[in-house]
């Protein structure tokens, strides 16, 4: 490894890894129209929060519509689809090939995550840490998550690369101190860019040497 190239690459999961966002903006306007049908674009407002911080802001003690909604949802991503993002593939085993340690860093929680597997087994093997919500204390746009996966490597975060899609995850990452990859999967260019070191589409956009060539010395 030359002194170029990040110690670490830590991957959120949803419109990062896997191509889902549409799906979950498909679950959540339904969920809007049905309950707040004040808000037109609701499913765009809940992107990049937790199922917790969604209940918080939008169903504060409706304790059985949250269970309604939760009941829902995982009858939902049950029957998801779970695509890779476009170019993730090579990229991830480019990383694997360097060296790089590699983690998924997501507030998926461990019913989403068995669908996951089911659908993508070899996601164990492509990285060596997967880091849910039950691993940290704090969601994003608290660095927590990031940070606790730089511990775990023993990097410090400019050794680190977060790959994220969403304002709070971008924001998380850049929190941690680590170079921020900003994709445009979920949110548009003039979103994301602000909040990121690099910014692209998807993975067919990115190669390891650009990256490295990217990295602040």
Known sequence: MNNKTFKAALFDLDGV??????????????????FHPEVQDFAQRIKGMTLSQIYEAWFGG????????????YKHEANMTYE??????????????????????????????ENVF?????????FDRILTSKDYTASKPDPDCYQTAVR??????????????????????????????GLTTTNPQE???????????????LSLPLLSSCRPS
Do not use: H
């Not at 409706?62 to 949802?73: G, H, P, V």
């Not at 089911?118 to 996601?123: A, Q, Y």
């Open 62 to 73: 409706q304790t059985e519509l949250q269970a309604e909604i939760t009941r829902r949802l």
């Open 191 to 205: 979103v994301v860019a602000p909040l990121a070191d690099l910014t692209i589409g998807d993975f067919t956009e």
């Open 17 to 34: 890894v896997l191509d889902t966002e549409g799906q979950y903006s498909q679950f959540y306007g339904e969920i809007g129209r049905e």
């Open 152 to 181: 775990l490597f023993g990097a410090q975060p400019k050794e680190c690369v977060v790959f994220e899609d969403s304002v709070n995850g971008l924001k998380s990452g850049r929190a941690s101190g680590a170079f921020v990859v």
């Open 118 to 126: 089911r659908s993508r087994p070899e996601l164990k093997e492509w």
């Open 84 to 113: 890779y993002i476009g170019g993730f593939e090579d990229f991830i085993q480019s990383l694997r090939v360097a060296g790089i340690k590699t983690a998924i860093v997501t507030s998926s929680n461990d019913e989403k995550m």
